[in-house]
């Protein structure tokens, strides 16, 4: 059975930094993508970003979150990481993490984590 | 930027058939699939590849693409499938969504 659990959500003013980390367990970790979608309060799926594996290299990021966030991987902890840095209130979502197939598909999901950014 | 567009709802009886339009360029290249959302849950995957059913997903939920538009049809639909509705596609390397369908079974 595929899990993914997602931790490090909590309350954090604007401006301020918050690192998200997912577990993975079930699947071939090293050999997945994983990525980031997130979910505003009422509104619809967004997608954040995704990391390669290490041998394809690289990650992608929506425009919105680009520069501020980013994404890594420790193969040896099956965990994907996702840095949010300068925090905005438009932020402030429900973080999935998910696996992501080279064609783009998203199989796995986790329970997510909820973020928060206010004053 | 890529876009998908989806009605915002849809509304079928129990037991009969329901579809769902998503819309964007060139769709068909871009490997469109479907997850269906239930309240306070996190999306699962319906279809994958347009038109692919993952296990454990029901026979009556099926996807078809006709020039730049994906239908995802639930047949026999029933009170469990009242969920909102997500397309999504890969464009360039990045994944788009559209904006949702809310599907109430009456």
């Known amino acids: 059975e595929v899990q993914l659990v997602e931790s490090g959500g909590g309350l954090v003013k604007p401006g301020g930094s918050l690192r998200l980390s997912c577990a993975a367990a079930?699947?071939?970790?090293?050999?997945?993508?994983m990525g980031w979608v997130r979910q505003a309060p009422g509104k619809g799926l967004e997608w954040v970003g995704h990391?390669?594996?290490?041998?394809?290299?690289?990650?992608e990021y929506a425009a919105p979150v680009k520069g501020r966030f980013s994404i890594s991987r420790d193969d040896s902890k099956d965990t994907v990481y996702l840095q949010m840095n300068s925090l905005k209130t438009e932020d402030t979502a429900v973080y999935y993490c998910?696996?992501?197939?080279?064609?783009?598909?998203?199989?796995?999901w986790g329970q997510g984590a909820l973020v928060t950014v206010s004053s | 930027s890529y876009e998908l567009t989806q009605p915002p709802s849809v509304s079928v009886a129990p037991g009969q058939t329901a579809s769902m339009t998503c819309s964007g360029e060139k769709l068909g290249n871009r490997f469109p699939c479907w997850y269906q959302q239930k309240p306070g849950q996190s999306p699962v995957m319906v279809i994958y590849r347009e038109n692919k059913r993952p296990s454990g997903i029901p026979e009556r939920f099926s996807g078809s693409i006709s020039g730049n538009t994906a239908t995802l049809t639930i047949s026999g639909t029933q009170a469990m499938d009242e969920a909102d509705y997500y397309c999504q596609a890969w464009d360039s390397g990045t994944v788009v969504f559209g904006g949702g369908t809310k599907l109430t079974v009456l």
């Open positions: 079930g699947i071939p970790f090293s050999n997945a993508w």
């Open positions: 990391i390669k594996v290490k041998s394809d290299g690289g990650t």
């Open positions: 998910t696996t992501v197939d080279m064609t783009g598909f998203l199989a796995y």
